[in-house]
């Protein structure tokens, strides 16, 4: 949110509207959304993990254009920072996701069912 601010004061606003009206995110989220209500729930899930990703992947997005715009190019560190921010962020969240809805699916080794 510090570089999505940092980047307004500085006239880049328009740049994160511009990410965060692109369709294609959005499409997809539909695409998960339609496979989350046809697709069967396995035995042990209280909900679909794709329905969560359809409106997780949409927040996180919004997120990452925000902070994209904090500076134009940024250098070595703070730009392999971001990706693994980025890229982290959605990752942990279908883990997340995935543990809360689907607890059989989680690894021994994660914790998950048969752990010590």
């Known amino acids: 949110m510090v570089r999505g601010l940092r980047g307004a004061r500085e006239g880049r606003a328009h740049l994160a509207a511009q990410r965060i009206k692109s369709p294609t ?8 959304l ?4 046809v697709t069967p729930k ?11 990703l359809a409106f997780a992947i949409p927040l996180a997005n919004g997120l ?9 190019q940024p250098k070595g560190l703070t730009r392999a920072g971001l990706a693994l921010l980025h ?3 959605v990752l942990a969240a279908a883990a997340c996701i995935l543990a809360f809805v689907s607890p059989r699916f989680v690894p021994v080794w994660l914790g998950g069912p048969g752990a010590p």
């Open 64 to 72: 990452a254009a925000v902070s994209s715009v904090g500076q134009t």
């Open 87 to 89: 890229g982290g962020a």
């Open 25 to 32: 995110i959005y499409l997809f989220s539909a695409y998960l």
């Open 34 to 37: 339609v496979a989350a209500l």
């Open 42 to 52: 396995s035995p042990g899930e209280s909900t679909s993990p794709l329905l969560w």
